[in-house]
């Protein structure tokens, strides 16, 4: 069964993914054919500073003409862990046109351009393959593309993104402001220098947009993903989860609608309740949540993230697609048939804690009250706490629409008894 | 790219997970079309009792002649979900021959001749899939064939049977003995009439050596997997974990030596840390940790039986086993080339709880001690407790082997002062 002209791999990218992903195929290369059929041959690894030294990387391998090598015409597989938008894109497409399937961890060009990546790989008959775009090393992209293709997915409720939830866990644990824990996931290397990526959410968003649109077969991208950074999350709405017996995440949330006729994709700080399993995910571990009608609820956790987590994402892919490969067949492509529209913010779903500044004195529970009501917002449950001559409210919902509750706040900041509408955060997982 | 030619599948069992299958089938008709790529028609349903009814499953498509159904010739899948090695075996063989591909959900049936069926499908070109024979809707078997096959799996750890995890959560929260918790399990359908496959670790026995199998890319047959059950873990050793801050699960526990030669399958209770998360799994639920080289530690949480559950999982290989027919393709096969040898219990590695009741008097401790150093067993902790003239000692241990700890028991028992060794239990999950 074993054929034995080796395929050709070439790696687009040597940081600490590709590195990694090296370092893999050279010290397992002997596991690697047996799994695949074949042997399997890195020709080539295109970077942009070819003088860096790279442990353990054959500088013979080395070369900063990536188009060059993507066009050689005697590649069967491309990883790509460049990252980003372009140059990824045109080497990608280019690897297609010359044949080579590719396995990439590229979430920000799958999330902005996975529907025309996805056509011009079916157009030369090849596989685009990407786990490790999305959580690292656990498996996801597989498991809602195949485990659950005969099952209908309801949900995916997940913490995506490593730095996000180290920070917010930090947060949690030490009652640190968010500055102060900021400062020490960069120290600890969770956080790069310029983290906006993470914490204003465009990461976890772009993993949002790759799970909805595999979850829901239908297209989803980065633009459709609402998105709300965690930066103004402080010590004090820890302190207001923690009386409500939850703590705060930084949630991926991907919903089919009740109705079953449009899907929504968000990224938002949410309180969770201590006793859902997300609320117990520590430091940088990822873990995602995916509700399905027969299925039910599973959960899936591991290192979202980290050069070795990944590059076992990629070596899984590049088994897969090199067995393709041999069998001269591709894997499933694109699956996007049910073309469900993404709802707009304004009509998800969900509950909210409002914490209010109210002036203290009599009827103004009422009123509060009355506002939430004539929008339509029912109440859960209110709690006052005086201090002062001022008092602070807290109220948590029932489910009610975005705009429901963006009109209630709305109103509540016009009654001249609220002080100030000190925080609103959503209350997911129950 | 749509076929219209559909793809005929026959579904031999029609109980709890056979009338989800067709329930699913029938009502996602659509989806599934769209999935897989072409129609998939269900032409027969073998079934023992043709005159049970069945809601919602076509009467016209039952039979009682199953060796009739797989010989029809124009069957294109064949879902197996009758259980026991036959007549399933000789179906699932049948069909082979008959050019059908195979979904099974039978765990006994792959635990004993798993390697003889995958040698059939090859030989006939066809596939055998069973995700849904491990821990029921948890993508296992996919994550670690596919997923994980660019990394070294060095650990499968795992609760994959319901019904004791259900009884075992029952005596935690409870102090309930083992007796109750099982009527409470068989009052709420969680345990069968006849629980011994369950609560004597058959069934765990089964899956975790189909997993080891996967996992390590090697042969393990159920007879390869030590085997122990939960009947004795009593209310006293609940009461012990929790002193030490642990509970009891029974675990399957999948291992690659340390020197990477051999590997080793076992199902035993154990002791595990609270703080580990296999420690929360509630009820019915399952889980299981895989310990990677490059991934690092991942977990797959979910219902683990159940009719839907289980039905998901066959559904997902459904669409995957059509998908391979429509590209006339077949997917991975066995991959049992390490043919790394299984090891004897007495080479396993791991700690140990002991109870030793114990003659109260000045030396005793002294004397266990010696007992132990003698067998190279290193002790870890020892907690000493007297009432009334006698005293109970509780040793753990740091890592030893099984042999060596059995040795060392033996000759505890010949110690004057040792009353009784009231329990020995094994501790996992550090």
Partial sequence: MMRTRPLKVALLGCGVVGSEVTRIMTTHADDLTQRIGAPVELVGIAVRRPDRVREGVPQELITTDATALVKRGDIDVVIEVIGGIEPARSLITTAFEHG???VSANKALLAQDGAALHAAAERHGVDLYYEA????????????????????VNRVLGIVNGTTNFILDKMDSSGAGYSEALDEATALGYA???PTADVEGFDAAAKAAILAGIAFHTRVRLDDVHREGMTEVTAADFASAKQMGCTIKLLAICERAADGRS???????????LTH???????AYNAVFIEADAAGQLMFYGPGAGGAPTASAVLGDLVAVCRNKVAEATGPGESAYTRLPVSAMGEV???YHISLDVADKPGVLAQVATVFAEHGVSIDTVRQQGKDGEASLVVVTHRASDAALSSTVEALRKLDTVRDVASIMRVEGE
């Fill in 277 to 283: 399993p997300l609320a117990s995910v520590r430091e």
């Fill in 133 to 152: 775009a999305v959580a690292g090393a656990i498996p996801l992209v597989r498991p809602l593309r195949e485990s659950l293709a005969g099952d209908r």
């Fill in 192 to 194: 790069e220098a310029d």
């Fill in 263 to 273: 899907v929504s994709a968000r990224v938002h700080p949410a309180m969770i309740p």
């Fill in 100 to 102: 080579a399937s590719v």
């Fill in 349 to 351: 779903v969900t509950r």
